[in-house]
């Protein structure tokens, strides 16, 4: 299984979208989506599909990231909109297939004041 983490991210594509796409042998993918770690604090949840299609977002974000999937790319996206200073962190993927979880690379979001 592999990870492909990509991100729409500068001024030129207005608000930042993250993309993650899954790749190799999955016979089901479990849940998917984003974790978020900021400088000397803890990673945490941002958003994940569950299997049966529901989501789940940190109280930080709600009303604000959106996360959506392509289930025919195996891919999910995270919309950022309306970001904060305090979104500033290192966003990394997380999907477990099979139960199996895997991480990709972290994708840094830096948001000015």
């Known amino acids: 299984v592999q990870l492909q983490a990509s991100g729409r991210l500068g001024a030129a594509w207005g608000s930042p979208r993250l993309s993650c796409a899954v790749s190799?042998?999955?016979?089901?993918?479990?849940?998917m989506g984003w974790y978020r770690q900021a400088p000397g604090k803890q990673r945490e949840l941002v958003a994940v599909?569950?299997?049966?299609?529901?989501?789940t977002y940190g109280d930080s974000v709600k009303g604000r990231l959106t996360i959506s999937r392509d289930n025919a790319k195996n891919t999910a996206y995270l919309q950022m909109n309306s970001l904060k200073p305090e979104d500033t962190a290192v966003y990394y993927c997380?999907?477990?297939?099979?139960?199996?979880?895997?991480w990709g690379q972290g994708t840094l979001v830096t948001v000015s004041s």
């Open positions: 997380n999907v477990i297939v099979d139960y199996t979880s895997y």
């Open positions: 190799g042998s999955i016979f089901s993918i479990n849940r």
């Open positions: 599909f569950w299997s049966g299609g529901s989501t």
